[in-house]
Nanobody, 115 residues
């Protein structure tokens, strides 16, 4: 069964850092394009960062220069290093795997940044 499990969320002060992880199972991780999305209360889900199967990364404008996405195909793990966190980064962060018409979502992990 396809499954994505996120971890690493929590409460952090503004200016701090967190690293999120997403472990995949039931999929051929290395051939999937992967991404991190987030959804704040009352807002639409938005792209944070994505990385293709070839390792090419793309970031949302609000996180450029602060967040770094990476993948370890050997461990079927997607990571998101988040630095210089701001209260506006507070949201539930979701891991996403995409392969043509197949899309898999994780259950999400809460990130809260206090001012």
């Amino acid at each position: 069964q396809e499954q994505l499990v996120e971890s690493g969320g929590g409460l952090v002060q503004a200016g701090g850092s967190l690293t999120l992880s997403c472990v995949a199972s039931g999929i051929a991780f290395r051939i999937y394009d992967m991404g991190w999305y987030r959804q704040a209360p009352g807002k639409q889900r938005e792209l944070v960062a994505e990385i293709t199967r070839y390792g090419s990364a793309n970031y949302g404008e609000s996180v450029k220069g602060r967040f770094t996405i990476s993948r370890d195909n050997g461990k079927s793990t997607l990571s998101l290093q988040m630095n210089s966190l701001e209260p506006e980064d507070t949201a539930v962060y979701y891991c996403n795997a995409r392969l043509t018409a197949t899309i898999v979502w994780g259950q999400g992990t809460q990130v809260t940044v206090s001012s």
